[in-house]
């Protein structure tokens, strides 16, 4: 199977795709094993069972970003009206995706999922190759002139309508060098009015909850420990950064069973499950120019 290949050569990374590589942990693998998948192996299971010895429901976590992701695409596609969406570090397919949320609700709704790391690329070109509105390519955030530039997107994706960018469990994954903040302005510049940005990430509470924060700091020295990179547990305010020149979709940036829950809380929450924050970002179009009349 050949996969589309984009042209541009992304800039420097905190880590390079794992892809088939069985040695060494995948932060795609680890993720698809925490969701109940089989396309992972022994070496990334036990990358998981480092973490859940200091976060014993880390796994819980995965599970909420996956509901997470389910209400905010049934309010993009729906309520919002957004038939155009990029998911940008897809991941290895599993249940309820973004394509079977927007479809659900558009079944016109266009989705095209994006990975650097090949092995995600081939299962996802695999699972989708029956869905004419669905496209898996591969390819990196980081590439210059972003991916919203990209022909090979741009060759499904209309650039001049509003498109939903989500960045799901993705940024908190470069390292601060790469300023992930500068990396999200590039494409909200880049957005035409009327577009959106979902993104979650890895929340390190600092004064807002010392004690909490001690627990981020433990889960990204143990992220390094394990042999999967990078995972930066930010604070609020580095997070809000996101989301310059945006309006924040109430409730705003919130843990992620505050964001518009399905219903009450059926068990108590884990201080594990706290530590990653979500919201949305509406790009408004500009104001009416101001009309003056003559006196």
């Known amino acids: 199977m050949t996969i ?16 088939v590589d069985t040695t060494r942990p995948s932060i795609a693998r680890v993720y698809d094993y925490s969701l109940g998948g089989k396309d992972n192996y022994e070496v990334d299971r036990t990358a998981y069972r ?32 957004i038939d155009q969406f990029l998911d940008i570090g897809a991941g290895l397919p599993t249940a309820l995706n973004t394509h079977q949320i927007a479809q659900y609700e558009n079944r016109h709704a266009r989705v095209v999922y994006v990975d650097n790391d090949p092995l995600c690329a081939v299962h996802g070109s695999a699972l989708l190759a029956q869905n004419d509105n669905t496209h ?29 960018v989500l960045t799901c469990a993705l ?7 790469l300023d ?19 993104t979650t990430n890895f929340w390190g509470p600092a004064g807002e909850d010392p004690e909490l924060h001690t627990l981020a700091t433990q889960l990204e020295h143990a992220f390094t420990a394990s042999g999967l990179g990078t995972a930066r547990y930010r604070t609020r305010e580095q997070q809000l950064e996101y989301f310059d020149g ?5 409730p705003g940036l919130t843990e992620l069973d505050d964001w518009w829950p399905a219903g009450p809380p059926t068990r108590t929450r884990a201080p ?12 408004q179009p500009p104001p009416p120019p101001k009309i003056h009349h003559p006196r």
């Open 136 to 164: 898996y390519l591969r390819g990196d955030l980081l590439e210059p002139g972003t991916l919203l530039e990209n022909p090979e997107v741009t060759r499904y994706l209309d650039p001049d309508r509003p498109i939903a």
């Open 50 to 81: 480092h973490i859940e010895r200091i976060a014993p429901r880390y796994g819980d976590l995965a599970l909420m970003n996956r509901r997470w992701l389910s209400r905010v695409v049934r309010y993009l596609a729906g309520t919002a009206g």
């Open 171 to 177: 940024l908190h994954h470069l390292d601060d060098h």
């Open 246 to 250: 945006l309006q924040l979709i109430a």
């Open 4 to 19: 589309p290949a984009l042209p541009a050569q992304p800039r420097a990374r905190a880590r390079g795709p794992v892809g």
């Open 272 to 283: 594990e499950q706290r530590l990653i924050l979500g919201g949305v970002g509406f790009k």
């Open 180 to 198: 992930p903040a500068t990396v999200v302005r590039e494409y909200t510049t880049r957005l035409p009015c009327g577009s959106f940005l979902a």
